[in-house]
């Protein structure tokens, strides 16, 4: 029996077994910080991953509330069955766009582990087991979100009463530290999109896993909530080097023994300089948020200012020159050739919470990115010594009594034509050269349980990589792509 097959046969049981534990036990909640606290999901969550406020109040104060247990530890277990509009890609005579479309099977594993330390630190943590190649290539493990978080409570006007909070922190993923729904890290509509199996964007933004990616680098931050009302963060982020490089243990990628402010001793085993982050890369955060009632409001501003290495000068090879998308691992030598991404970012967020009957959040995001790629471009591997890319999301998610939600989301990525840069290539490219995409996400929900979700989630794309029909030159069009999944997420 093949393993792909045995993951299909994990997945029915996996349905089967929700499917009675949602007849046969009553509702609780299990997960980690659950435990902790003594409250069910329900408290920190209106629908996992998203926060309520004492959710971010809970994890602004380092995830110190409640008792440290003596296990902390929860699973969480994600299994689907994917369907494509066209699997036929029409680049490549009998092809697929989804080989392992239409077959259910296991999306991921994790294990999260944390909590509570001492009353000043604390961390969330996770691991994740996942097959790789979309279904159908060997299984793999990896660290996923992960950080560590020290606090200190104080009372800004005086009396005794502490209403505000200072952090130092270090984690692995740019805007996982976030508390709102809007920045990369945590939009909607998360797992389902980050797996799609058609043809997708061809450009996405450096702060939405554009070049990195998250659990690839390492970030050491400060930030200060004044009065629940004002956040205001500081962070760099560099390759992970020496005992930090437990925050990827796994990912294979950018594992950087040496300096970290020096190329001198980093191994990138995936074989790509451009996915290694040059010396220190500023992000900065700046929000603010009001609650009232059943209401929480929240603007803000991100942004950063990175530089990652390109490949001709710089690189030591393995077996192969790596180039752009090799595989060979080899090690950076000298000289600091860089590519240069700057992002802001305007995010909002409304959200209603009475808990019963009607639970709602809207929330949207815009990201403008400013590409300096002369390193590139003086090589002939792009067609601009720079370009611009901007990528608008709105969505909304409503419940009721917590049990059935439906969500809608729209995104909008505009861009500068880029001939090379956004190639024709094979099935899935742009023959137009542009990264211009429109596509709505609808998701409905059925969550039996505080801590389990059914879903159907449908993308729907009216334009993908510069254009509707024929987007590619080679036949395939955006309507092709669009994807529905049925799924169950189940955390214990």
């Not at 994740?128 to 800004?156: I, K, L, M």
């Not at 002939?380 to 890319?389: A, F, I, K, P, R």
């Amino acid at each position: 029996m093949t393993l792909n097959r045995v993951a299909r046969w994990l997945a029915f049981g996996l349905a089967t077994g929700a499917a009675w534990f949602v007849l046969s036990a009553p509702a609780q909640a299990v997960p980690v910080f659950a435990r902790q606290t003594g409250h069910g999901c329900q408290a920190c969550h209106t629908s996992p991953p998203e926060l309520t406020a004492y959710g971010r109040e809970f994890k602004l104060n380092g995830y110190t509330f409640g008792e440290a247990q003596p296990f902390p530890v929860a699973i969480g277990v994600m299994a689907s069955i994917e369907y494509v509009g066209d699997n036929t890609d029409h680049s490549t005579p009998g092809a697929k766009v989804c080989p392992d479309c239409n077959e259910a099977h296991i999306d991921q594993g994790s294990i999260y582990f944390g909590g509570k330390i001492t009353e000043n630190i604390g961390m969330f943590g996770q691991w994740t087991f996942a097959q790789t190649g979309g279904g159908s290539g060997p299984w793999a493990s990896a660290e996923d979100n992960t950080e560590v978080r020290w606090v200190h409570r104080f009372s800004s006007m005086g009396n005794g009463e502490n209403d505000s909070v200072v952090g130092l922190m270090v984690n692995n993923n740019i805007t996982m530290q976030d508390v709102w729904n809007a920045v990369p890290a945590w939009q909607f509509p998360g797992w389902f999109a980050n797996s799609q199996s058609g043809f997708g964007p061809v450009a996405s933004t450096f702060l939405d896993d554009g070049v990195v990616g998250g659990q690839r680098l390492i970030g050491f931050g400060a930030y200060v909530w004044w009065k629940k009302t004002i956040y205001a963060e500081l962070s760099e982020y560099q390759k992970p080097w020496g005992s930090f490089s437990w925050f990827v243990n796994g990912s294979g990628n950018n594992q950087c023994p040496g300096n970290p402010s020096t190329p001198s001793g980093c191994t990138a085993f995936a074989g790509n300089p451009s996915d290694v982050l040059d010396h220190w890369n500023p992000y900065y955060r700046l929000a603010y948020s009001h609650d009232w009632d059943y209401n929480s409001i929240e603007a803000g501003i991100f942004g950063i200012s990175a530089k990652t290495y390109w490949d001709a000068a710089y690189w030591t090879p393995g077996a192969a020159e790596p180039g752009f998308g090799g595989n060979a691992p080899g090690v950076f030598t000298s000289g600091n050739s860089t590519s240069k991404y700057n992002d802001f970012a305007i995010d909002w967020q409304y959200q209603y919470n009475r808990n019963e009957p009607w639970v709602f959040t809207a929330a949207g995001s815009w990201i403008h990115e400013n590409a300096s790629l002369s390193p590139w471009f003086q090589n002939g591997l792009v067609s601009n010594s720079s370009d611009t890319l901007k990528e608008f999301k709105i969505r909304g998610t409503l419940y009721y009594h917590r049990m059935y939600g439906a969500s809608l989301s729209f995104t909008n990525l505009t861009g500068t034509t880029d001939a090379l840069r956004y190639a024709q290539g094979s099935g899935g490219g742009s023959a137009s050269g542009s990264p211009a995409s429109n596509y709505w996400d609808i998701e409905l929900d059925y969550v039996p349980l505080q801590n389990m979700k059914f879903l159907l989630h449908y993308t729907d794309y009216t334009k993908l990589n510069g254009g509707a029909g024929n987007f590619d030159g080679f036949g395939n069009n955006s309507t092709g792509q669009n994807t529905l999944v049925a799924g169950i997420w189940w955390d214990f």
